[in-house]
């Protein structure tokens, strides 16, 4: 990255933009944009609020709906053995437009993981987002070199952060239609998402759903992170993350622009004491026991929206957030086997229903013909475990105590002979 953008290796994001001039002389630059996009979402979010109750649910791939984000420089040869170990069917890449350098050995990690699923998302950096002959250049190299092993292409993220490069939705749209305009000249088969949007910051998500440019997306992509409300249950603006999802996927149904696929991209929550690893402040952090119960909790609610077709945590070696701490060899957090333990039950289940009440939460699905419920509550309480009963804790551990406790960890729950 050129000055004044610098790129965090300890957290994996750029630093905050520092030269406030520069911020300003630009933000006034774009302040048609801005306005575009406040007006957008004046007409377009209340619309979609009302328009939630009438989008339908889709059928959710469980196997693609887990997806791991993977650092293909960071211990290379631990990460595919993580990998393996997990049995992860799709896996999410990131490639930096400032090291096109790095092409030939991100594709020489993607034929070691050729039976997985790639999404490769593509991050932009100031220079490709003014210079768009050069992003034309960059992108056709790398849709060359990898449009038949990549399963889907994420074009820039986090837009709406100037630190990452933008400064409007308009400057993301002149960057997102390079992509589009190469993929209907040159590589008709590569499938292209965007959107970028990071938060809950739908406004400029209407913008990038809602516009006047020649363009369209396969599919949203959504940085959903929930890491400043604590518990992924809690609520912001009145909004669950529940809410959230079902709020996103009615603007993808209401635009013209984009069929029914929504994939989360990213999300995580950052671990107490790692700075300065940790992409947040010491405030937002938790600990790795709640970090696994909100992993789990975050993906169980996604999973019974039946709205997203996949979610990307993010990742898998990483030292502030994480399932593999790399500072001092390799340790492998409790959410990694939260993680493996939730594939194994979950990535061949078929949805039935989420129920609800006063804070007490029962996912249920099918598993190879059998009944799977899935409990967890904000309130702990106790439940008696029955006879028909098999009861695993979130890590896979067999519980055979005759009162269960009910809390933050979910419990997985077979219920035998009643299917």
């Given at each position: 990255m050129k000055a004044p953008f610098?790129?965090?290796d300890f957290s994996d994001q750029p630093y905050q933009l520092k030269d406030k001039n520069y911020k300003k002389k630009m933000r006034k630059r774009e302040f048609k944009s801005l306005v575009k996009t406040v007006l957008t979402a004046l007409i377009i979010l209340?619309?979609?609020?009302?328009?939630?109750?009438?989008?339908?649910?889709k059928q959710i791939n469980s196997n693609d709906f887990f997806c791991m984000g993977v650092d293909f420089q960071r211990e290379p040869h631990v990460t595919l053995k993580l990998i393996e170990e997990l049995e992860v069917s799709r896996i999410l890449l990131r490639l930096k437009l400032w090291e096109m350098?790095?092409?030939?050995?991100?594709?020489?990690?993607?034929?070691?993981?050729?039976d997985k699923k790639i999404t490769l998302k593509i991050m932009q950096d100031r220079e490709n987002v003014e210079d768009l002959d050069l992003l034309k250049k960059n992108l056709q190299t790398i849709f060359k070199e990898l449009n038949e092993v990549v399963d889907i292409f994420e074009i820039g993220s986090t837009i709406n952060r100037a630190k990452w490069g933008f400064f409007s939705v308009n400057e993301?749209?002149?960057?997102?239609?390079?992509?589009y305009d190469l993929k209907i000249n040159e590589f008709p088969n590569i499938k292209l998402i965007g959107s970028g949007v990071i938060d809950f910051e739908y406004h400029f998500t209407a913008h990038t759903l809602f516009n006047f440019f020649k363009y369209k997306y396969d599919g949203i992509s959504s940085l959903l992170y929930v890491d400043r409300r604590g518990a992924p249950?809690?609520?912001?603006?009145?909004?669950?993350?529940?809410?959230?999802?079902?709020?996103?996927?009615?603007?993808?149904?209401?635009?013209?622009?984009?069929g029914q696929e929504l994939h989360i991209t990213e999300t995580n929550w950052p671990i107490t004491a790692t700075a300065p690893y940790a992409p947040t402040s010491e405030h937002e952090c938790i600990s790795e026991e709640l970090y696994a119960d909100y992993m789990l909790r975050y993906y169980l609610l996604a999973f019974a929206?039946?709205?997203?077709?996949?979610?990307?945590?993010?990742?898998?070696?990483?030292?502030?957030?994480?399932?593999?701490d790399n500072r001092d060899g390799i340790k492998k957090r409790n959410a990694f086997d939260t993680y493996k333990f939730m594939l194994k039950n979950l990535k061949e289940a078929q949805f039935l229903r989420l129920d609800i009440k006063r804070d007490y939460y029962i996912l249920q699905c099918l598993v190879e013909k059998k009944l799977l419920q899935i409990h967890w509550t904000l309130k702990p309480t106790t439940l008696k475990n029955e006879d028909f009963f098999s009861v695993y804790s979130k890590d896979g551990e067999l519980i055979k105590d005759k009162t269960l406790s009910i809390g933050a960890s979910p419990l997985y729950i077979y219920i035998k002979d009643a299917v």
């Open positions: 610098k790129w965090d209340p619309f979609s609020i009302i328009a939630m109750p009438f989008v339908k649910r350098d790095r092409l030939d050995s991100l594709k020489s990690f993607i034929s070691s993981v050729e993301y749209s002149k960057f997102y239609q390079v992509a249950e809690n609520m912001q603006m009145g909004f669950t993350l529940s809410d959230k999802i079902a709020l996103l996927s009615t603007m993808v149904w209401l635009s013209p622009k984009v929206s039946q709205q997203i077709d996949s979610v990307s945590w993010h990742q898998l070696i990483a030292p502030g957030y994480g399932l593999v």
